[in-house]
Nanobody
Framework: QVQLVESGGGLVQPGGSLRLSCAASGVALRINDMAWYRQAPGKERELVATITNGGDTSYVDSVKGRFTISRDNAKGTVYLQMNSLKPEDTAVYYC??????????????WGRGTQVTVSS
């Protein structure tokens, strides 16, 4: 199985930047697509950005041009660089990854989340 641990959240002023990291550990044949989701108070969890094993990326419209997702396959780590942060970016950010087990099953796992608060 694979476990994910996020880090890098915190309190930042509007217009500031944060970089989230998510490290995968455990045993798997391959880590597949990785993604960042977020959930604001009283709202449903939404997909923020995804990155394939080959490096193809996609973003929700509200973060395009401000957030950048990247990954280091050798380290099993995915990053989310967040610039020009807005109060509406305040949420708990969750890391998600699909992976293929040694028995060729495809599973999905989540991190526990890291809080990002954008406020003056």
């Amino acid at each position: 199985q694979v476990q994910l641990v996020e880090s890098g959240g915190g309190l930042v002023q509007p217009g500031g930047s944060l970089r989230l990291s998510c490290a995968a550990s455990g045993v798997a044949l391959r880590i597949n697509d990785m993604a960042w989701y977020r959930q604001a108070p009283g709202k449903e969890r939404e997909l923020v950005a995804t990155i394939t094993n080959g490096g193809d990326t996609s973003y929700v419209d509200s973060v395009k041009g401000r957030f950048t997702i990247s990954r280091d396959n050798a380290k099993g780590t995915v990053y989310l660089q967040m610039n020009s942060l807005k109060p509406e970016d305040t949420a708990v950010y969750y890391c998600n990854a699909g992976f293929t087990t040694l028995y060729l099953k495809t599973l999905e796992t989540w991190g526990r989340g890291t809080q990002v608060t954008v406020s003056s």
